[in-house]
């Protein structure tokens, strides 16, 4: 029950509301279309920096990445979990990728984690194409051989219209599970760095 309320805890956050107090628009937005994802935790992609520093306050970590994009951490609690909440911020296109990292401490088994949150992801956007890719030999689980470096598994949901996309993931050597919202504004930078996304 916990696993579930903390699911549902993490995904309540995720794009709920507008940039700048839209929240019935981006409601409006969000129930016309269930495979668009138009925000990440509350902010629109295209939020400038200073909108999300305004609404949250000082990042407790920010790092400057190519082109001046600026990664800014910030440290959440959901449903009695810690989580890192990470918004990725271009100053010309604004919010072009955010993440949610959890459970590391938990002591929940990451698979169950992994798809608590896919099956939440699915059910918030029934229009997103789901796709999974495990790679490694997970033995003799998979959250052994990802904390061993040896397996990781992906299950991403995509809007096919926009390119935005969702990634649920655990991932080799990193603790937790990761999910990730991307928009095609974030792959064209990892490119232009010269970094595959």
Request: include cysteine; charge should be positive.
């Amino acid at each position: 029950m916990r696993l579930r309320l903390f699911a549902v805890a993490l995904l309540l956050t995720l794009p709920a509301c507008g940039d700048g107090g839209g929240r019935d628009a981006a409601a409006r937005d969000a129930a016309a279309d269930t495979a668009k994802v138009p925000a990440f935790a509350g902010f629109r992609w295209g939020a400038p920096r200073d909108s999300i520093v305004a609404r949250l306050g000082a990042p407790f970590r920010s790092q400057a990445y190519h082109e001046g994009v600026v990664g800014m951490l910030y440290e959440d609690s959901l449903a009695g979990y810690g989580v890192l909440k990470a918004f990725y911020v271009h100053p010309r296109e604004g919010l072009l990728r955010g993440s949610y990292t959890g459970g590391e401490s938990s002591g929940l088994d990451c698979v169950l984690l992994q798809e608590t949150f896919a099956a939440e992801v699915q059910q918030r956007w029934p229009g997103l194409l789901r796709e999974e890719r495990a790679f490694g030999t997970p033995a003799p689980t998979l959250c052994a051989a990802a904390e061993l470096g040896r397996a990781g598994r992906a299950v991403s949901f995509t809007d096919v219209t926009s390119g935005r996309q969702i990634v649920v993931s655990v991932l080799p050597r990193v603790p937790g599970v990761h999910v990730v919202f991307d928009t095609p504004e974030a792959g064209r930078w990892e490119r232009r760095k010269g970094v595959a996304p």
